[in-house]
């Protein structure tokens, strides 16, 4: 099996938890090859696991971890609604679960909210942050009103013929790349309606320049959902953050321009610690 999954109790919530480990792309390691820390990837709104393995599998030289959301792929529907700081420590408390201590942390889209709020939140227990076509919240730049009129809408998100139909528009947002979606599951509404809520909620203005890991922000020139300002905005508020532009992608850039995206954050996560970061 490419990815081994289980359901794991963490913070009073049941979630579907894959972990990818080393040498799971099929290829092995070599003999005498560095151990290096998982990586914890932080999915976009209503995004199921198997969305993301594609590009998990060609980390092959690290552990990556990564969980379905309540109410998103194969986790049961919350009980009551959360926030992002909840989903950061239930994160926190899912790594204890899995005896895992210090990880890199990367964040798409909805994700790069939790990301970021994880970095700030525990920062003893992150070593990189890498913020993947998202923004800093509800007072982000919006996207084009179309596609954000689509994604508002219950009854085009979790239903599974109207998003199959929506797919390629809603989830390339502007990209021009051919990429499979087969794999997407649609969430169940209070799954998405918790995701939702969760982020007008929030926003990571306050803390921004006090997050002091080492930060790599990647965005799309032609994202039509989370405008490139967004991210410009990140790497202009997140002290000695580095940006990475890509092009024709769209919202999705990271399973359009795979190959580019797995280059950009390898080479990211290999390069040694920085002297005034821990570990």
Same mark, same amino acid.
């Given at each position: 099996?490419?990815?081994?999954?289980?359901?794991?109790?963490?913070?009073?919530?049941?979630? @579907? /938890?894959?972990?990818?480990?080393?040498?799971? $792309? #099929?290829?092995?390691?070599?003999?005498? +090859?560095?151990?290096? !820390?998982?990586?914890?990837?932080?999915?976009?709104?209503?995004?199921?696991?198997?969305?993301?393995?594609?590009?998990?599998?060609?980390?092959?030289?690290?552990?990556?971890?990564?969980?379905?959301?309540?109410?998103?792929?194969?986790?049961?529907?919350?009980?009551?609604?959360?926030?992002?700081?909840?989903?950061?420590?239930?994160?926190?408390?899912?790594?204890?679960?899995?005896?895992?201590? @210090? /990880?890199?942390?990367?964040?798409?889209?909805? $994700? #790069?909210?939790?990301?970021?709020?994880? +970095?700030?939140?525990? !920062?003893?227990?992150?070593?990189?942050?890498?913020?993947?076509?998202?923004?800093?919240?509800?007072?982000?730049?919006?996207?084009?009103?179309?596609?954000?009129?689509?994604?508002?809408?219950?009854?085009?998100?979790?239903?599974?013929?109207?998003?199959?139909?929506?797919?390629?528009?809603?989830?390339?947002?502007?990209?021009?790349?051919?990429?499979?979606?087969?794999?997407?599951?649609?969430?169940?509404?209070?799954?998405?309606?918790?995701?939702?809520?969760?982020?007008?909620?929030?926003?990571?203005?306050?803390?921004?320049?006090?997050?002091?890991?080492?930060?790599?922000?990647?965005?799309?020139?032609?994202?039509?959902?989370?405008?490139?300002?967004?991210?410009?905005?990140?790497?202009?508020?997140?002290?000695?953050?580095?940006?990475?532009?890509?092009?024709?992608?769209?919202?999705?850039?990271?399973?359009?321009?795979?190959?580019?995206?797995?280059?950009?954050?390898?080479?990211?996560?290999?390069?040694?610690?920085?002297?005034?970061?821990?570990?």
């Amino acid at each position: 099996m490419p990815a081994s999954y289980s359901m794991v109790g963490a913070a009073g919530r049941r979630l @579907r /938890v894959a972990r990818w480990h080393p040498g799971a $792309g #099929g290829q092995g390691l070599p003999d005498g +090859a560095p151990a290096r !820390r998982p990586l914890l990837v932080f999915n976009g709104i209503g995004i199921n696991l198997e969305l993301f393995e594609p590009v998990a599998l060609d980390l092959a030289e690290r552990e990556v971890i990564s969980f379905d959301m309540p109410g998103v792929g194969k986790s049961p529907d919350p009980i009551f609604p959360y926030t992002i700081p909840c989903m950061a420590l239930t994160a926190i408390a899912l790594l204890d679960q899995l005896g895992v201590d @210090r /990880v890199d942390v990367m964040g798409i889209s909805w $994700g #790069g909210a939790i990301a970021q709020q994880f +970095a700030f939140q525990h !920062r003893a227990r992150t070593g990189k942050l890498i913020l993947a076509a998202t923004g800093a919240g509800f007072v982000m730049a919006p996207g084009n009103p179309n596609m954000l009129r689509h994604l508002a809408d219950p009854r085009e998100y979790t239903v599974e013929r109207t998003l199959r139909r929506n797919l390629a528009s809603l989830y390339a947002g502007g990209g021009n790349g051919a990429f499979s979606l087969n794999s997407v599951t649609p969430p169940s509404p209070l799954g998405w309606a918790c995701q939702v809520a969760a982020f007008a909620t929030w926003t990571s203005i306050p803390f921004l320049p006090l997050i002091d890991v080492p930060v790599l922000v990647m965005a799309d020139e032609d994202d039509q959902i989370v405008p490139p300002a967004n991210g410009r905005f990140l790497h202009q508020t997140i002290p000695g953050s580095r940006l990475e532009m890509f092009a024709g992608g769209g919202h999705l850039f990271m399973l359009a321009l795979r190959e580019r995206f797995v280059a950009a954050v390898r080479q990211f996560l290999d390069e040694p610690d920085p002297a005034c970061a821990n570990g």
